[in-house]
């Protein structure tokens, strides 16, 4: 099984949401589950972050964290 990743950065949750949701752009079809991991600075902001990636992805269940800083590979 594959997985599709992306990972951004933005001045604020919508422009790094474009970003990510560009990089994810039909590689999800067929995925079940996402995992999102955010900074502290959205957790105000996680319910249309989530609204958004359901919409966009076709991902219904998430599961992940916030956290003082993420680390990953591939940011766009």
Do not use: N, Y
């Amino acid at each position: 099984m594959a997985f599709a990743s992306a990972m951004a950065e933005g001045s604020d949750w919508r422009t790094a949401m474009e970003k990510v949701t560009a990089a994810l752009a039909g590689r999800t079809t067929g995925h079940s589950l996402g995992f999102l991991f955010t900074t502290g600075d959205l957790a105000d902001d996680l319910d249309p972050v989530l609204a958004e990636l359901r919409r966009t992805t076709g991902v219904q269940d998430w599961v992940g964290t916030t956290g003082t800083g993420i680390c990953g590979t591939g940011s766009v």
